[in-house]
């Protein structure tokens, strides 16, 4: 199909952009890597009368480490993030998840800002940024707001960010020390989205597990954080009998598992305790 009719903008500032989504509402539409929002336009599954393209806009592509924070410009690609020298080093979560992301060609031009922003229930970013405990910069022309990651994503395909706002940035606290994490996922064969991933960042000490930090994507209506699973670890010693346990209750925080034509709700289920399990051994063997 072909989109509707629109008037296309092209910003260079923030404030470009901002004062256009000002001046267009609800009518415009937010275009980054375009990854999301083009097929969603050939599909009319929306018909905004303005698309304004932040994608040019230098400010919002940069990605630094600098003394006890890391920040990700929200028009940072996938493909960006995974090559990141730095990254590797001090949060090598963000490389792995994004290394495993569609394919090349949807790495080169999907952007974590957008990706984040869509709030798919099977996007991989949303497990990794939770597991992260990161933060998510909005701004708009009334000034700027942090939101929490585990306040980020509030229903399918809906996040807390305003008609009115843009991601600027996403900050993720940096490590005293390189964490043991990883990110793992049953990719749909065709697109790649994930039927579940499970990122998970531990903090061992002695053999026991001091702190869990466990993001859980494609199981529910949304991403969410696996907190009954990250209590049953705490304080434990990660033999074969305690991680299974607790990893039964990786879908606890979720009452409802999406049901399509890829997977039930109980074999996604069944995916998630597995992969959790999985996810926890591979990140404790990384300690």
């Known amino acids: 199909m072909i989109p509707t009719n629109f008037e296309y903008f092209a910003p260079a500032t923030i404030e470009e952009a901002l004062q256009l989504l000002d001046q267009h509402g609800e009518d415009a539409k937010l275009l980054s890597g375009g990854q999301s929002l083009i097929p969603v336009l050939k599909l009319r599954l929306a018909a905004p009368t303005a698309i304004i393209d932040i994608g040019r806009i230098a400010a919002l592509k940069q990605i630094s480490v600098s003394g006890d924070t890391i920040r990700i410009g929200a028009n940072a690609t996938h493909a960006d993030i995974a090559r990141h020298a730095e990254l590797k080093q001090h949060c090598p979560l963000l490389g792995e998840t994004a290394a495993q992301i569609g394919d090349q060609q949807v790495r080169n031009r999907g952007t974590i800002g957008g990706s984040l922003t869509h709030a798919d229930p099977a996007a991989d970013w949303p497990a990794a940024i939770l597991a992260l405990d990161a933060e998510i910069v909005a701004r708009s022309s ?146």
Do not use: W
Not at 249 to 259: G, I, S, V
């Open 142 to 287: 009334q000034g700027e707001r942090v939101i929490k990651a585990t306040d980020f994503f509030v229903d399918v395909m809906t996040s807390a960010v305003q008609p009115n706002e843009i991601v600027t940035e996403i900050r993720v606290a940096k490590p005293a020390q390189p964490q043991a994490a990883v990110y793992l996922k049953v990719p749909q064969a065709a697109s790649g989205f994930a039927l579940v991933g499970v990122a998970a960042q531990l903090t061992l000490n002695n053999g026991k597990c001091e702190a869990a930090s466990i993001g859980v994507t494609g199981l529910g209506p949304k991403a969410f954080r696996a907190t009954t699973l990250e209590a049953a670890l705490r304080g434990q010693a990660l033999d074969d009998s305690t991680v299974s346990a607790a990893a039964a209750k990786a879908d606890a925080e979720t009452a409802d598992a999406l049901e399509d034509i890829h997977a039930s709700g109980d074999y996604r289920r069944h995916l998630a305790r597995v992969y959790a399990k999985r996810a926890v051994q591979a990140a404790a063997a990384r300690a």
